[in-house]
């Protein structure tokens, strides 16, 4: 079983920059990892993902040109670098382990993940 825990959440303001971390802890290895994300209102929505091995990343459409997922060499830590914050961004961010792999991808649909973090808070003022 594996354990997930972010951080690194806050309060930036538009046009910002933030890095969430994500521990991971235990024996269990999977193929894919990622983020997710909650607004208030509004259901989960994938935000990144990345192939373990190897490190083809995949990005929601929204994000795309604004924030990289990105792991160390230990693959114990995942990160989520976001630069250019929208308020639109603000909501409870969350790591996952155990994306469904998709040929060379990693499933951006909350419900194909099998472990989830606690998440960590990211507000984005205007």
């Known amino acids: 079983q594996i354990q997930l825990v972010e951080s690194g959440g806050g309060s930036v303001q538009a046009g910002g920059s933030l890095r969430l971390s994500c521990e991971a802890s235990?024996?269990?290895?999977?193929?894919?990892m990622g983020w997710f994300r909650q607004a208030p209102g509004r259901k989960r929505e994938g935000v990144a993902g990345i192939v373990t091995i190897g490190g083809h990343t995949t990005y929601g459409e929204s994000v795309k040109g604004r924030f990289t997922i990105s792991q160390d060499n230990a693959k114990t830590t995942l990160y989520l670098h976001m630069d250019n914050l929208k308020p639109e961004d603000s909501g409870v961010y969350y790591c996952a382990a155990a994306l469904t792999r998709i040929g060379n991808s990693c499933s951006l649909n909350p419900k194909s993940a099998g472990y989830w973090g606690q998440g960590t808070q990211v507000t984005v003022s205007s």
């Open positions: 235990g024996n269990f290895r999977t193929s894919c």
